[in-house]
């Protein structure tokens, strides 16, 4: 006869014991290489370690793996739904996170090194970035409710080991990636291509002077480049996008990233060892376990400051039970539970593609203060400590060269015991970088690029007027041409006195002048309608006749409407004249702009600094309802 595995095992209080010993240990160990308890690391690993082997030994020993196997399930169901969702409510957030792994010198160097293959790329992977990103998000979700349901569970556990071992090589990789480092890189370009062909013909040209640079063959079809790179270090794993940044302030650094990740390969090879035990929930354990796993959930909405996972994980938990339940013939398993999951998570994934975030974690959600934002950083504390090495044992120590230690130690005149090494400056408290960085939201135009449509604004004009300095005239004794110069630049050596007559003194333009940058007029005007376009060439032109509409009626009311892009001069120029569209447009730097919003077009409404409105191109609102609604408020 087929006995039953419960939870309990040999001994429900004891087992219950164990596990609470085990995640402990667990605790421990993590918390021992933690650079905050780096004083303590020696005894938290260590005790961590031994709580971790001795639970681990007795809950397989008193038939506990069920129990702590069920524990795991919760606990990782849970965050699994939570970060997806997260990751889900900004998928193109995710994808801009993805493409930066996927660039050349970034993930892809690992394979060139361990493999030896240095014309490996992920670069093909880019194109679709956004598709991957999708069914990620998608993936941990389904995966997440699954986990708690105790749907086909050995599927599950193959599943989550497969993707949690990806998740902690990603992170572990981010987290020891070192941009002083080399890799053997090769590249091949077609002649066929006008700009491949041009940048082989800079390789080549490289190749004569840079010895990291070798041109391994060249043909008419063909250039073969071998080069030694620097790799570009992923420095934000991404793993909850904006999140952790916007509601905390900060995202979990690399190596925290990989020790979260540690953890949760920890928990799904206790659940992937138990995955012959486990059975679908029946009612009592789905009374249990949905609930506690609703806390969970709820815990984790707290921290980042946002409910709606509460909301879906109801919806998302009890559709896949409600389908698991009708027993019907085609759907009613657990691949339809998965199916319903994948439904609902689409359903959100298609809103938040066409109407931005649910939840806007980035510094230009409605409602912040920009200038606020744009000085909220705080400097870093460092400590310049000199570095000593025993020459016997090869123990290296640290001293402050102003410490009463340092200087009781006299540790400079044991030459025969002690080796200086360096200097080096420590981190005591890490710099806080403001959450607006001005250097890159900095919406600005070429003085020499303005037309009519800029110079229709007020704030252009008063800068162009306040860009004069005073100046001379002088008169050419031999040529008896004038020529006007700032005064700061006049000297007898380049302007001799034989030969330069100083006629007058006159107002010139500022050579040093060069820009007309409308950032403090944003952040300081009554009302001001901001249009964003990343890349005029992506621009939906479906939305063009709205905005043409509403420039056009902010224009009337005297409301200033401006266009914000990450193009060129050349761009806008022609963007103008295809579609008639004249209204003043400004420049920024598009990665920026991509964290202002993910849609193309997108609008910002601000007053005094603080934005009252965001919308993408498909729900842009009439100006007269942004007048009444938002600018009179």
Known sequence: MKTTRTISG??????????????VGLALTTMGFHDHFEAQKMLFVSLGIVLMLFSAVALIFFKGKLMIATVSRVIVGSLFIVSGL?????????????????????????????????????????????????????????????????GKMRLVSWLLVIMMLFFTFLTWHTS????????????????????????????????????????????????????????????????????????????????????????????????????????????????????????????????????????FSVVAILAALWVYRIRNRFIGNHYGSALMVTLLCGVFIWYVLHYDPLRDYRPYAVGNYLPDLARDGK????????????LQTGEKREYDSSSKEFMNSKIWEKTKEWKYLEMINKEIVPTKLPSIDTAQFNPSRSVRFLTADELQLDVVKKQLKNRKVTGLRLLDNITKEKTEIPEIEYNVESYPKDTYTVLDTIEVESPDFIDVSIRDFLFKAPEVIVAISKNLKEFDISHLTELKTLAKAAQKAGVPFVLVVGSSDNEIEAFKKKYDFHVPVFINDGVELKAISRANPALLVLRYGRVKGKYTGNSLPEFNWIQTNLLKK
């Open 10 to 23: 040999h001994s429900l209080p004891l087992n219950v014991l164990f596990v609470m010993l085990n995640l």
């Open 86 to 150: 997260i990751k889900a409510n900004d998928p193109v957030g995710f994808s801009y996170k993805l493409e930066e792994y996927f660039e050349d010198g970034a993930l892809a160097y690992r394979i060139k090194e361990w493999f030896g293959a240095p014309g490996f790329s992920l670069e093909y992977f880019i194109q679709h970035a956004l598709l991957l990103s999708v069914i990620i998000c998608i993936a941990e979700i389904v995966l997440g409710v699954l986990v708690i349901i105790g």
């Open 176 to 311: 020891t990636c070192d941009a002083k480092t080399k890799f053997v890189d090769r590249d091949t370009y077609s002649l066929e291509i006008a700009k491949e062909a041009q940048l082989a013909d800079m390789k080549i040209e490289e190749a004569k002077t840079n010895k990291d640079v070798k041109i391994l063959s060249r043909n008419s079809e063909e250039v073969v480049v071998e080069e030694l790179k620097s790799p570009q270090c992923v420095t934000d794993c991404g793993c909850f996008g904006d999140a952790m940044k916007g509601s905390i302030g900060r995202s979990l650094t690399p190596k925290e990233s990989l020790w979260k990740d540690i953890v949760l390969l920890y928990l799904v090879i206790w659940i992937f060892a138990a995955q012959k035990l486990i059975q679908p929930n029946n009612v009592r354990q789905n009374w249990i376990y949905v609930p506690i796993s609703l806390i969970l959930v709820s815990g984790l909405s707290w921290v980042f400051n946002w409910y709606f996972p509460i909301l």
């Open 379 to 390: 400097p870093g504390k460092y400590q310049s400590l000199l570095v000593y090495k025993n």
